[in-house]
């Protein structure tokens, strides 16, 4: 089971937290869960976390993040069956939350999947703000890209990926929500870092998978086989 000394949830074997089949009411015993597990390496911030909670307005987030998820079910004789496509529950979500005005970071690469959100949400009532990364027609060379590792070529313009001010466009656009849409590793951290309003992914970027990343995983057993040595 291992003694790591940081906490570990991906390699735990137990899963106590989920309590699978225990009654509501009686929480599980540790005694099952690893040594590192978070629980008992640091149990303190279990309670801050649940103060943070306590909070009315990230009670009531946090009440509406659950009755979606329990919403994208439904409880059919041979069990449970899953029944919403992401773009689904993201619609709905807003919804709950009242949300009148959302706003869409995308990648240049994806403006054509970025126009299609944006009429899925429109048709749905949102008032859409959408912003691609390439705004501001800032040349790479502003942040130190050397011509030999500008994408087009040393002699081609090219615009660097900007994600903060996408972040600041977003902020000062005072949307309810921000979508992130198929930005690059990287440029979708500094967009993190720079949107303060509440924030949800619709999609990453995967340029060779769909922007499905996880497959690669999927296929680690195949395709993918190199995903168990080193990666250079
Ligand atoms: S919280 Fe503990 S019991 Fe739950 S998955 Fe992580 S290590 Fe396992």
């Known amino acids: 089971m291992g003694d790591k000394r940081y906490p570990a949830c991906a390699r735990c074997p137990t899963k106590t937290c989920e309590n699978r089949g225990g009654k ?19 149990p303190d911030v279990y309670g ?12 009531e987030f946090a009440r509406l993040a659950s009755v979606q998820e329990f919403q994208c ?18 619609i709905q979500f807003a919804r709950k939350c009242g949300y009148k005005r959302l706003g869409i ?13 944006t009429e899925v949400l429109e048709k749905n009532g ?3 703000v959408s912003v ?25 313009w090219e615009t660097m990926c900007n994600p903060i001010v996408q972040a600041m466009i977003i902020n000062r656009s005072k949307v309810d929500m921000a979508i992130m849409l198929g930005l690059c590793i990287g440029h979708d951290t500094l967009f993190i870092k720079y949107c303060d309003v509440p924030l949800t992914v619709f999609a990453v970027k995967d340029r060779v998978l769909g922007h499905n990343p996880l497959a690669a995983l999927y296929a680690g057993e195949t395709y993918y086989k190199r995903l168990r040595g080193k990666i250079e």
């Open 24 to 42: 509501a009411g009686e929480p599980p015993s540790l005694e099952k869960a690893p040594a590192f597990c978070p629980m008992k390496l640091m």
């Open 126 to 128: 949102f008032e859409v």
């Open 73 to 90: 079910y439904e409880r059919l004789p041979d069990g449970l069956r899953t029944r919403l496509p992401r773009i689904e529950e993201l």
């Open 105 to 117: 970071a995308h990648c240049g690469g994806l403006a054509h999947e970025a126009g299609l959100l």
């Open 132 to 156: 691609q990364c390439k705004t501001g027609a800032v040349p790479k060379e502003r942040i130190g890209i050397k011509v030999d590792e500008k994408i087009a070529g040393p002699e081609t």
């Open 48 to 59: 801050a976390a649940m103060a943070e909670y306590d909070k009315p307005e990230v009670k």
